[in-house]
């Protein structure tokens, strides 16, 4: 087994991070990476991608004539507001990353975007590429990683409530619907008198991600959000363990990061990606591990694209940029930096991702595990052009009621208030 631990640096550490680094590219002609004169290119990201100064710097044993610069922005939505104020007009990094839930959106101006060449299209899963894909055929994003789901938990505090620790033991236990998750959570705060989960929003997003059409119709993409009963269920569920069993604190907050190392909570919903947020938020806890379970079957939460803006100055050499950090051999590499687990073809049968363990999280098989969790997975939820805005409004509403600052019924009030002025 590759026992290697999944290295991840702290998610914010400030509001934005720049690094300039001498790169190199794949080979290309005139004004590409490969090209004798000098080349700056910018990339821009938000979390962690798994792209690393080491990762980087490979490029640039290949085409030490480029130099680029990344920028990492705080959070997605900072990212994304600079996105879409930018696109079109000037301001964007040479390469800049877009997170799935905003894909519907860009996709209404695939026409800024630099096409991503016709002989890479079956390098990636395939709703990967179907939602890029704009209605003309044009595949306007680089795939970079999926998120398949497990739960993971401090087994510290499982052992100190009493319950099972082993993390093929915890899956049995878990396996089941959310009404068995939060069961197990009533036995947690029982024994212990302390949160079981993080907070309604990261538990809410889990479950509404098994939903096949949440906020909008798939046929013509009217809101249906406020009238589906699915979505009451869902928010009322939630809410009602959180009260309970949740530790009120909004994930991404400074008082969530230090949840995760001070046993705020024992239990979180955990994509491949979020495995590298806990361990370089909480690099001195021993008892982090994951379980290869997810409540109602599974599920897929987060992935992302590289975008190339079609006005830049450096496109060519962009596109070889793109390419190459979306590769299945680097894609690989990605995974072990951040455990942004790959959405190649390729890339999954890859041994170096089959074998690949975790050392912070007890050296779970992590590789096997996100495969299976992968695999599982039996909807892809359809995200119209206003999915991102309703599920951020839907964020904000579970925030409100957790705090204290408006009832549940308050809330949903003001949520669909803020909903139906979108239509």
């Known amino acids: 087994m590759n026992t290697r631990a999944l290295r991840r640096t702290a998610l914010i550490a400030a509001v934005a991070s720049t690094s300039a680094l001498v790169l190199a590219g794949c080979s290309g002609a005139g004004g590409s990476a490969s090209g004798d004169g000098e080349v700056t290119l910018t990339i821009a990201t938000f979390n962690d991608f798994g792209y690393t100064d080491a990762l980087l710097q490979e490029y640039m044993d290949a085409n030490p004539n480029v130099t680029i610069v990344h920028n990492k922005a705080a959070t997605s939505n900072e990212a994304r507001e600079n996105y879409f104020q930018k696109l079109g007009k000037t ?217 190339v803006p079609a006005n830049g100055e450096n496109v060519e050499a962009a596109q070889e940029l793109a390419d190459w950090l979306t590769d299945p051999e680097t894609q690989v590499k990605a995974f072990e930096n951040a455990g942004t687990f790959p959405s190649q073809v390729d890339a999954l049968s890859a041994e170096a991702l089959t074998s690949s363990t975790n050392a912070y999280f007890n050296d779970a098989p992590v590789g096997e595990m996100l495969s299976e969790r992968a695999q599982a997975v039996e909807v892809s939820p359809y995200k119209g052009q206003f999915y991102f805005q309703i599920n951020d409004a839907m964020q904000k509403a579970l925030t409100r009621v957790e705090d204290g600052t408006q009832s549940a019924a308050d809330s949903w009030q003001q949520w669909a208030t803020e909903v139906d002025a979108l239509s």
């Not at 970079?144 to 993971?152: A, F, H, Q, Y």
């Not at 197990?184 to 024994?191: I, K, M, N, P, R």
């Not at 096949?212 to 699915?230: L, R, V």
């Open 91 to 307: 301001g964007l990094a040479d390469i800049e990353a877009i997170e799935v839930d905003w894909m519907p959106e860009v996709m209404e101006y695939a026409d800024l975007l630099a096409p991503v060449p016709d002989d890479l299209k079956s390098r990636w899963l395939d709703y990967k590429v179907e939602a890029a894909t704009s209605p003309e055929g044009q595949l306007v994003g680089y795939g970079t990683d999926i998120g398949p789901e497990g739960v993971c938990y401090r087994s510290d505090l499982f052992a100190a409530a009493g319950l099972p620790t082993d993390r093929a033991e915890v899956a049995k236990l878990l396996e089941g619907d959310w009404s068995t998750y939060f069961a197990v959570g009533d036995q947690y705060v029982a024994a212990t008198g302390k949160a079981f989960f993080d907070s309604a929003g990261g538990t809410y997003q889990g479950a509404i991600n098994q939903v096949e059409a949440a906020y909008e119709n798939p046929d013509d993409g009217s809101i249906t959000a406020t009238g589906n009963p699915e979505v009451r269920d869902i928010y009322d569920e939630v809410l009602e363990a959180s009260a309970t069993q949740s530790a009120h604190l909004g994930q991404w907050s400074d008082d969530w990061f230090a949840g995760l190392s001070n046993g705020a909570f024992a239990t979180m919903l955990c994509p491949g990606w979020m495995l590298g947020v806990i361990e370089g938020n909480a690099p001195e806890v021993t008892g982090w591990d994951i379980a290869n379970v997810f409540p109602g079957g599974a599920g897929n939460w987060g992935g992302s694209y590289l975008t």
